[in-house]
């Protein structure tokens, strides 16, 4: 396996986020009852030192204590704004672009404000409607969420690396170069002095434990890129495109059940997914065609957007490969907004359709496997954690575990109607602070 000893000494770092009532908890007398407070706050301070989250139990039945809290790493109350939050990311982001791999996930109840947190726009809403173009995503700035933020910010360092920061040693001043070359850097190959950074994105859903991706196309070469620095790519090249997926698009949600991408750990990258479209980017405008391209794909593969959103996993993959005078260096960046984590009782389930029942029964695996991992993490062997037992999990598998930095958003509704489910996902919230 590899990577125990390089485990950060930084453990992951769990955010919770409650959103603002909505209007119909509002319009609701018992939903419109505010029953998660946030403690310590004081205005004059970040929302990210306000660390304990509270629920109020007072009016729920059998319970024996009158209220439950929790303290996590930050805790942003209702009024905080997407910049607090994408502020609290930085570390990561930073991170990565020094060679970790960060994963940051969004993880809550359907309609907590996980998708608002991770892409802000619903993407997936305006997909849906048909004639849409891409300009409606890129208006509102400020409504944007962790995606759009996290590449803005990152193609502003890689513009600041590019130009300024490439290392001492390397750096060429002025006509006196000569004398600036210290051993390890070689002379002869004076175009290659200072930092080159490529960025290439996957976008991947994860369906009914089934692997996707988002931005494949029906031509074979349209859109298939591969970034043309020495070794990047070859997780894409290395195998054969048996059985490719890429190429054959979405024909609607019959043919796009038949096929997964399968999951492979090589030995020199890591896990790879063999034939997942990456594409290169090289703005932050590209992007948004991506994510775009990502949910129109997806609209045409599902009769309800909302609902195939909130059953499934999303992972955007920010692959950065660093290129330090011919020293590469990679790292990744998985922004994962995940599948609803809402629970139903047997009796519910009795009512569901036999498709709706594989839905709920495959995430409820794959949240579990994700929970059981990050237990395992807690142990002292390591060696021992269950990455295998879901997709999810095995694909995220060195961005959990290993050489990496994790987060954790964990979204809330304020409302006593979502009281139970308010508390399981705190409790997972708690769970992974121990991580
Ligand atoms: P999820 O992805 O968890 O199912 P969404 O992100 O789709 O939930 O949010 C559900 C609805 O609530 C959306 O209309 C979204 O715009 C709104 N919403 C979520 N969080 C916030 C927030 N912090 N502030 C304002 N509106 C929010
Ligand atoms: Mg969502």
Redesign the pocket.
Known sequence: QGGDESISTDRMLVLA?V??L?QNEKDDEDAGEVVVYVKGADDSVAHLKQCIIGVNLEGMQNSHKSEKEYRLDGVFA?DADQEEIFNATVPLLRAALSGYNATIF?Y??????????MLGH?LWALAAEIGNEVSDFSEDRGRRGIIPRALQYVFKQIRVMESATSPSWLRRKDKNSDRTFMSGAKKKDNNEVGAKILVSVSYTEIYNEKVRDLLAVKEETSIYTTPNMTGVGAANLSTPSKGSRRGSGYFGEMAAEETSLEIREDKNLGIVVPNLTEISVESEEEIFQVLWKGAQNRAMASTNMNER??RSHTILGVRLTVNHGGIIRRSKINLV?LA?SERYKTHQMAQFSEQRIKELTSINQSLSALGNCISALTGRQKSHVPYRNSKLTRLLQDSLGGNCRTMFIV?VSPSAASCEETISTLQFADRAMKV
């Open positions: 986020r959103r603002p909505n209702p969004t809550g109840q359907t309609g907590t404000g996980k998708t608002h947190t619903d959103s909130s907004d609803g979204t």
